[in-house]
């Protein structure tokens, strides 16, 4: 069928045929993980459309409880680690950061012996938290700080933060220098102790008292499928679901929810998901992190609603597979090391295809 001719007049009303709506896509995330996991999703939108016109929107919801301040400057390294990967100004090596970085003014405060010298901004990092932390000053929420950082970055999807109001996660440790048990700034337990202290509890500071920033409800409850990837089911995932009304929110979105294991063979890949598995008592394997998060329709035993329809799990871990399906989730096993483009596109696309798969039960 052919499309209604525009007219050049005017006054004169044109009409076109009006193409497929976007798919729209709702992700859940953190950091390294997320970000990567991210990379493949847009490789695999951006083949779809040159191959097939379909359209792709992704909205991105950022763990904001790793956040911090330190030099007077606004901290946010989940949302800027999708911003620079998906912008293409991340260091890949180290997953984290700028690119081509120097650290001069890092270098400088530690001449003045100004600390903590285990934490250093870059200088070209600097210019982010600077730039954010006035804005912030000047009374803009969070939420439209980041759109406007991501103003300069074009990372391709719609980046929001989990909530505008101030969270952070604090872990109780054995401290290696007194012996004491104290609660530590999550980054103090993780960049300075690299997650080998015994910690004993994980505590995220005005969760409970938070709401979801604008729009992420919205990009849950219009999703045509939404997606946690591999990011830290405790101190990532988990804080965004704790944020009031987003558990309920996601267990009631018609989309499918589907996720990604960021366990494989009984270890974490990247990161301290197995410590801080082990704190909150939860097993760690493919299966146990699924059936923490909980099936959707499903109560788990700490009263929380269940979020997951389906999961992804490594080839390693295929013996999961049974378990989780007689639980009642929709299960694979699949290659999930993002290796390369190749393989992290893959997976992304296993990721849809079980979430096709979930929508058609």
């Known amino acids: 069928m052919s499309s209604t001719p525009v007219t050049t007049h005017p006054d004169a009303p044109s009409t076109v045929e009006a193409g497929p709506a976007p798919r729209r896509l709702t992700v859940l995330s953190g950091g390294v993980g997320g970000a990567r996991f ?20 992704v909205t991105v919801v950022a763990n904001t409880a790793d956040d911090w301040w330190l ?17 293409d100004g991340i260091d890949v090596e180290r997953g984290w950061g700028r690119r081509e970085e120097t650290w001069n003014a890092r270098d400088e405060l530690a001449a003045y012996g100004v600390g903590p010298a285990w934490f250093g901004l870059g ?19 969070l ?25 952070e996660t604090h872990v109780v440790i054995d401290d290696p220098d007194t012996g004491e048990r104290r609660a530590v700034h999550f980054q103090e ?16 500071i ?34 965004i679901l704790g944020v009031p009304g ?11 929810v589907v996720g990604v ?36 329709g499903a109560t788990g035993s700490d009263g929380a609603t269940g979020v997951l329809d389906g999961w992804l799990v490594d080839t390693v871990d295929e013996k999961a597979v049974e378990r989780l399906r007689a639980g009642g989730f929709a299960c694979r096993a699949v290659p999930l090391w993002m290796s390369d483009d190749d393989t992290t596109t893959a997976l992304a696309a296993a990721a849809l295809d079980l979430a096709a798969e979930v929508g058609r039960r």
């Open 246 to 256: 987003v558990r309920e929110a996601i267990a009631s979105t018609p989309a499918p």
């Open 261 to 296: 294991s960021g366990i494989i063979g009984e270890d974490h890949v990247r990161g301290m998901a197995r410590q801080l598995l082990g704190v909150v008592g939860v097993e760690v394997s493919a299966a146990g992190v699924a059936e923490h998060y909980g099936r959707r």
């Open 71 to 87: 030099h007077g400057l606004k901290v946010c390294p989940d949302l800027d680690t999708v911003m620079y990967t998906l912008g």
């Open 143 to 167: 939420s439209a700080v980041t759109a406007a950082l991501c103003r300069r970055w074009q990372p391709g999807v719609e980046l929001l933060p989990m909530t505008d109001d101030r969270v």
């Open 206 to 239: 005005g969760l409970e008292d938070s709401s979801p920033a604008p729009g992420v409800l919205e990009a849950i409850a219009g999703a045509d499928v939404v997606l946690v990837p591999p990011s830290n089911p405790v101190v990532s995932v988990g804080t």
């Open 123 to 141: 200088d070209r990092d600097l210019a982010t938290h600077l730039v954010r932390t006035q804005m912030l000053d000047a009374g803009y929420p």
């Open 38 to 57: 991210l990379e493949g999703l847009l490789h695999l939108a951006r083949r779809e459309e040159a191959e097939s016109g379909t359209v792709t929107e």
């Open 189 to 204: 337990y993780w960049v300075r102790h690299h997650a080998e202290v015994p910690a004993h509890g994980v505590v995220p």
